[in-house]
């Protein structure tokens, strides 16, 4: 089992930056892959970026050049700076981790506002 707490998000004006965190804890060692997810209000949930143990990344088109995902392995953590911020993602960011066995764990969420 894995747990995830997110933390970093909050009111950022567009144009603005936010940096978020989301801590691993439990059986890390199993942790292959860490990431990003978003949900704005009424849409689906969606990929914002994700970054394997080797630290290989992936970002989705929209936030390619803004947004900087890493992680540190030393202290079982995974980040999300975001800059130049746009109001249309605003909504609830998730941190998952996939295991090496293809398990899935998700973060409650923290809540990014955007305003114009």
């Known amino acids: 089992q894995v747990q995830l707490v997110e933390s970093g998000g909050g009111s950022a004006q567009a144009g603005g930056s936010l940096r978020l965190s989301c801590a691993a804890s439990g059986n890390i060692l199993s942790i292959n892959v860490m990431g990003w997810y978003r949900q704005a209000p009424g849409k689906q949930r969606e990929l914002v970026a994700t970054i394997t143990r080797g630290c290989i990344t992936n970002y989705a088109d929209s936030v390619k050049g803004r947004f900087t995902i890493s992680r540190d392995n030393r202290v079982n953590e995974v980040f999300l700076q975001m800059n130049r911020l746009k109001p249309e993602e605003t909504g609830v960011y998730y941190c998952?981790?996939?295991?090496?066995?293809?398990?899935?764990?998700w973060g409650k969420g923290t809540p990014v506002t955007v305003s114009s």
């Open positions: 998952k981790v996939k295991q090496y066995n293809g398990m899935d764990y």
